[in-house]
């Protein structure tokens, strides 16, 4: 069982930028499709970024242009860069192989709160 530690969730204001790390607890990057997830309060988890293993980025539309995942093979942690936020934004983000359906098996998240 590959354990996944997200962080650098938080408040920022409307506009802000925050960036989301993924450490995963071995080498998994090379092998399986990566994703960041969010789920809001009241609302189905999404999957709204995702990397191959190849390096192929695709985006849900409600992020498309403002967010950016990457990964760090030798560091096994994959990142959410995500710039231009909005209240919207709001919710717990995890990451997880991108998969469907969604994997079983969940770390704790990240909480990002977007609020002026």
């Known amino acids: 069982q590959v354990q996944l530690v997200e962080s650098g969730g938080g408040l920022v204001h409307p506009g802000g930028s925050l960036r989301l790390s993924c450490a995963a607890s071995?080498?998994?990057?090379?092998?399986?499709?990566m994703g960041w997830y969010r789920q809001a309060p009241g609302k189905q988890r999404e999957l709204v970024a995702r990397?191959?293993?190849?390096?192929?980025?695709n985006y849900a539309d409600s992020v498309k242009g403002r967010f950016t995942i990457s990964r760090d093979n030798a560091k096994n942690t994959v990142y959410l860069q995500m710039n231009s936020l909005k209240p919207e934004d709001t919710a717990v983000y995890y990451c997880n192989r991108a998969t469907s359906p969604f994997p079983t098996y969940w770390g704790q998240g990240t909480q990002v709160t977007v609020s002026s």
């Open positions: 071995r080498s998994i990057l090379t092998i399986y499709e």
């Open positions: 990397i191959t293993s190849g390096g192929r980025l």
